[in-house]
């Protein structure tokens, strides 16, 4: 079945970074674009990033210059470095797959952005 198996989430300060990892298996991982989604507590869940199979990115303008999603096909894992962190950056952050006519989630990885 498919998994999506994130890592790489902790506590970090403002201006920090981490690196996010997503390790995925049970699908054709070259075939399905890949998205990292965030949620905040009281909020909606919201596209953080998305790389095609070719390689085509996509950021929202809130993470655009600091945040970098790639993907590695032979490795199936998506990753997602994180830079210059800001305390609204605190969230669940959990992998995304639309493969074929369903959507699969990992079980998300906390990131909390604190001094």
């Known amino acids: 079945q498919v998994q999506l198996v994130e890592s790489g989430g902790g506590l970090v300060q403002p201006g920090g970074s981490l690196r996010l990892s997503c390790a995925a298996s049970g699908f054709i991982f070259s075939l399905s674009t890949m998205a990292w989604y965030r949620q905040a507590p009281g909020k909606e869940r919201e596209l953080v990033a998305r790389?095609?199979?070719?390689?085509?990115?996509n950021y929202a303008d809130s993470v655009k210059g600091r945040f970098t999603i790639s993907r590695d096909n032979t490795k199936h894992t998506v990753w997602l470095q994180m830079n210059s962190l800001k305390p609204e950056d605190t969230a669940v952050y959990y992998c995304?797959?639309?493969?074929?006519?369903?959507?699969?989630w990992g079980q998300g990885t906390q990131v909390t952005v604190s001094s």
């Open positions: 995304n797959a639309p493969y074929l006519k369903s959507s699969y």
């Open positions: 790389i095609s199979t070719g390689g085509t990115t």
